[in-house]
């Protein structure tokens, strides 16, 4: 905000060393973040776009791509609603224990993947706690699509309540205070206070969530089993593929996962910058007045 | 939830009851909304995990121990957190200048790079692993410029250092970024003012105020470098003794039926993780009174 104000005479290095810092950072970039994300495509097509497509019209490949979608499809929401429950009792209240309870959300963050594939295992494998029941009823869990759902779920369970958390917080709760006094009900003053105020927040925090859910790999691993065809996920199918040194499929099938990860970003920054202007507008606002109503940004 | 949609089928605004506590009962939702999210983070997180210890209880503590302290899983150790720690600090050098040169500098392409900063997020490991694994191996774009130098950079610990900052990298600059973007640049041209050098104001002025950040950034890369599974196994070459990380250790175990062998190596890295997440907390509380007290 004090950009506006900001005399540039002083605080800023000579111009050489500034050119000096963006050309490392830049180097540093793209060493690290660009020939990667190019390495990606180019190998995919190194044999040319018929190899390529050739590559992935392939039902391990189609049964990879589906069971990915499933997955996503049912781990995401799953995500979702708790991570608004969750933001919402702890954004707006206050509890004993809540600085626990935030901290407890974090947890599959710091927890590896295969660590979090293996307590699945211990509980649903043959070995673990159900494994003879779920044998004896015929239900399968770990090394079919189940366990991969959970163990997903697992991994990316704190990426839409990490984000609503500060935001909301940030956010208080005069507004909904308002609505409620003013008679609506809790499910309208949700839908018509608090989801505008908080979408751009919860479709970074969504797509993210999505990112990650197509993308893992350790935990799902563990309890896949990496059956062809039936339990393999994209990134499962690329070890695979990557292993047997068909390379130009195995690159395929990461291009496209590649592509995701692009796509996320678009839609990341393009969310960042529409929820900047909207706090921007709201703190232009003078500060007697807070805003009764939505700003249009 | 049925009394959420309940109220969405409602043709007509009920009138709220009015609070008796106070303003701050007035919204309603707590007790759905807090024991919603105590019944999934258990289910999901707590019961599970709370298995993986139980489990380790069959063992008695010998047994534990040794499966913790054998020669080859210590090797592990030694290479998950040394090049961990390695990265990490690599991290903090170029995350902090990367997040400078976004905050501070204005050059063509910043919004892109900007982005680009969080494709490591957004990247699913095993893609960054095979494709790491394409650029520095032997016949790779730049290892084949290397590699007549003596330098391997790939199938040995070197490659492992290399995935973790790729995947370490945003961790550090997403810490640092806003916090150095709130910076006071008045303070800066105080200090210059006052005759400090550029290099005097950002040692002693800027600095400071964004060390808590700094190690935020550092802690959140280690512990996630620690964990991490995907994009390494493919460049680390996987030899026992020399380019092992502890989560394959865990995997190999599983593979031969080691259950329990794989769940104390298992407890001893939770155990670690749970040791971090307290650290970062630690230091996330420490930045915010840094700030509040500025």
Redesign the interface.
């Known amino acids: 905000m004090s950009n506006l104000t900001e005399k540039r005479v002083v605080a800023t290095e000579a111009p050489w060393v500034r050119m000096a810092l963006i050309t490392v950072a830049l180097l540093f970039l793209l060493l690290f973040l660009a020939l990667p994300l190019a390495a990606v495509f180019t190998e995919a097509l190194r044999k040319g776009v018929g190899a390529y497509l050739e590559a992935l019209n392939e039902p391990d490949a189609w049964s990879a791509i589906r069971l990915t979608l499933i997955t996503a499809g049912i781990a995401v929401p799953l995500n979702l609603v708790f991570g608004v429950a969750a933001a919402w009792c702890i954004a707006k209240y206050e509890f004993r224990g809540k600085a626990f309870l935030t901290t407890l959300v974090d947890l599959p963050f710091s927890v590896s993947p295969v660590v979090a594939g293996l307590i699945y295992v211990l509980i649903f494998g043959a070995q673990g706690w159900f494994g003879p029941w779920l044998a004896e009823h015929d239900i399968k869990i770990i090394f079919a699509v189940p366990g991969i759902v959970l163990a997903t779920v697992f991994v990316t369970f704190p990426f839409i309540a990490r984000e609503l958390i500060p935001l909301m917080q940030a956010q208080g709760s005069d507004e909904e205070q308002a609505a409620i006094v003013l008679g609506a009900s809790g499910w309208q003053t949700f839908w018509h206070v608090t989801l505008p105020n908080i979408k751009w927040g919860l479709i970074y925090g969504v797509i993210l969530c999505n990112a990650r859910a197509m993308g893992e790999f350790g935990a799902v691993s563990v309890v896949s089993g990496h059956i062809r065809g039936q339990t393999n996920t994209m990134p499962l199918h690329v070890e695979i593929l990557y292993n047997e040194y068909q390379s130009v499929a195995a690159f395929a099938v990461a291009s496209l996962l590649a592509l995701l990860a692009l796509v996320t970003l678009v839609i990341k920054s393009v969310a960042e910058w529409k929820h900047e202007r909207e706090m921007r507008a709201v703190a232009e606002l003078p500060p007697e007045a807070p805003p009764s109503q939505p700003v249009k940004a | 939830m049925a009394g ?1 949609a309940a ?2 089928a ?1 043709p007509m ?4 009851a ?1 609070g008796r506590g106070g ?2 009962k ?5 007790n ?3 024991g ?3 019944l ?2 258990s289910l ?3 019961i ?2 709370s ?2 210890v139980f ?1 380790s209880f069959a063992l008695t503590g010998p047994q534990f121990w040794e499966a913790i302290s054998s020669p080859r899983v210590l090797a592990s150790y030694r290479l998950t957190f040394g090049a961990s720690f390695a990265a990490a600090l690599v991290n903090v050098v ?1 995350g902090l ?2 997040a ?2 976004l905050v ?2 204005s ?1 063509p392409g910043k ?1 892109i ?16 692993g ?3 694994t ?2 520095l191996a032997g016949n790779g ?2 290892g084949q410029y290397l590699e007549p130098l003596g330098i391997k950079l790939a199938f040995n610990p070197n490659g492992v250092v ?1 995935a973790l ?2 995947i370490g ?1 945003p961790f550090v600059v997403r810490t640092v970024q806003p916090v150095l973007e709130d910076t ?2 008045e303070l ?2 105080a200090a ?2 006052l005759g400090a050098t ?1 290099w005097q ?1 950002f040692s002693r002025v800027i600095f400071p105020s964004i060390a808590p950040a700094l190690l935020t950034g550092f802690a959140m890369a280690f ?2 470098a ?5 994009s390494v196994i ?1 460049i680390a070459g996987n030899m026992p003794m020399v380019s092992e990380i502890t ?2 250790i ?2 190999g175990k ?1 593979e031969q ?1 080691d ?1 329990a062998g ?2 104390a190596v ?1 407890v001893f ?2 155990a670690i ?2 040791v ?3 650290v ?2 630690a230091l996330q509380v420490w930045q915010r009174r840094r700030l509040g007290a500025a």
Do not use: C, H, Q
């Open positions: 959420a109220n969405m409602a605004p009920t009138p709220a009015p303003s701050k007035v919204l309603p939702g707590f759905l909304t807090l919603y999210t105590v999934y983070l999901i997180v707590l599970p995990l298995a993986l489990k170029f200048l990367v400078w040169v501070r500098y050059f919004r790079v900007d982005a680009l900063v969080d494709l490591p997020f957004a990247l699913p490991t095993a893609v960054a095979i494709s790491l394409a650029l774009w730049i290399i900052i790729f990298l006071e640049r800066e041209e210059m003012s550029r104001t512990a996630r620690i964990g991490e599974y995907g493919f989560p394959l865990i995997i599983l039926y259950y794989a769940t298992a890295m939770l993780s749970f971090l997440l307290l970062i907390n």
